[in-house]
């Protein structure tokens, strides 16, 4: 048999068959997706123990001997919360816009955006949103207030294409009322960032009331689905490296200082407290150094500040800071004393 009618032999490719090899590809590609998502979290508890350990490993083993799990993991989800409504509602919005721009392309069996778009219900989303609107910081709340202007003007052109009036309303109307009350409400924030020089916080102030006028209607069928594909790739490499950034710096150990020896010999070490047996107290230096105290030489014990909630920035906007996030504004808060001079150490002196 020739080369020739060997391959008139094998059959073409249909339209049908290449679908369903993509809709394989996809569903190969959500399990994988599913299968690494709960090894992400424990990769993040590793690598803080590795962190605090200084990297030498009998350190470690020792930490994981004594450190709680539920600690770790209840400082893990107090540090991530705000990373679950960041991606839902950024592939809400992306479902969203890939089907009011290439509606021929909008297959949840193909597309993982397209897929959360269609299996996520409104009242998920609505809990999201608040969720968001109470755990992320006042910078970042406009570009919260943007992405569910997005969201809403797409999801309504979606639902009525045929009505011009609601798409003019939710499209063009909505968010200029919605700008120009965040700009009414942020204007004073806005000038006192710049005149301290925070040209970061003046950004995440100013620049997302203007892009809630952007994205409120479609985009070039052609570049819809090349777009929302590389904007997944882009948020779902950004958010594991600004999860992983901001856990690696948050406490799992409380700060103390402990006085140990004779009146004569006194000595304070600072450190984290490990734990606390029936013969020591292990407590791990600054320097990664272990100290086992015996309880009989201990003389005091103080639980110092966390050092780590330090304001950075002196923006306000009616008397709230822009690093603190609702929650921090509405509860009642610990009245702050004079530190123990023992802790001078460990906590710094405010700018």
């Known amino acids: 048999m020739a080369v020739g009618e060997v391959r008139a032999a094998v059959p073409a490719p249909t339209a049908a068959g290449l679908a369903n090899r993509r809709r394989s590809g996809a569903r190969q590609a959500q399990q994988w997706l599913l299968t690494l998502l709960p090894a992400f979290p424990v ?45 839902l509602l950024v592939l809400a919005v992306l479902g969203e816009l890939l089907q009011v721009s290439a509606p021929d392309r909008f297959d949840p ?35 919260l207030v943007m992405l569910l202007v997005w969201l809403v003007a ?11 009036r609601v798409l003019v309303t939710t499209g063009l109307i909505l968010p200029v009322l919605v ?7 942020l204007g004073p924030a806005i000038w006192a960032a710049l005149r301290h020089d925070e040209l970061a916080t003046a950004a995440l102030l100013a620049l997302p009331p203007a ?24 948020v779902g490499a950004l958010v594991p490296v600004l999860a992983g950034a901001v856990f690696l ?39 990664g150094e272990v100290r086992f105290l015996l309880n009989d030489e201990v003389r005091a ?25 609702a929650l921090d504004w ?18 710094p002196v405010a700018p």
Do not use: K
Not at 301 to 325: F, H, I, K, Y
């Open 109 to 143: 069996d193909r597309s993982l955006v397209a897929y959360a778009s269609s299996r996520t219900p409104s009242w998920v989303l609505v809990v999201t949103a608040t969720l968001a609107a109470l755990t992320w910081q006042l910078r970042f709340l406009p570009a």
């Open 211 to 234: 892009g809630a006028l952007v994205l409120t209607g479609p985009v070039p069928a052609r570049a819809a689905p090349a777009l929302t594909r590389t904007l997944v790739y882009v």
């Open 43 to 87: 990769l993040l508890l590793v690598l803080r123990l590795w962190r605090l350990s200084r990297q030498d490993m009998s350190t470690m083993l020792l930490l994981v001997q004594y450190v709680s799990p539920l600690g770790l993991l209840s400082a893990l989800l107090i540090a991530l919360v705000w990373a679950v409504p960041l991606v």
């Open 301 to 325: 014990q103080v639980l110092c500040p966390n050092a780590s909630r330090m304001p950075a920035s002196r923006v306000t906007v009616a008397g709230w800071p822009v690093e603190d996030t």
């Open 154 to 164: 797409l999801r309504i052109r979606n639902r009525f294409p045929d009505r011009p």
């Open 249 to 287: 710096r948050v406490p799992l150990l409380p700060a103390v200082a402990v006085e140990v020896g004779a009146p004569v010999t006194r000595e304070v070490v600072l450190g984290e407290a490990v734990t606390v047996t029936d013969r020591m107290t292990i407590v791990l230096e600054h320097s």
């Open 179 to 185: 700008a120009a009350a965040c700009y009414a409400w």
């Open 330 to 347: 509405m509860m009642p808060r610990r009245p702050v004393g004079v530190p123990d001079p023992r802790c001078a150490g460990l906590v």
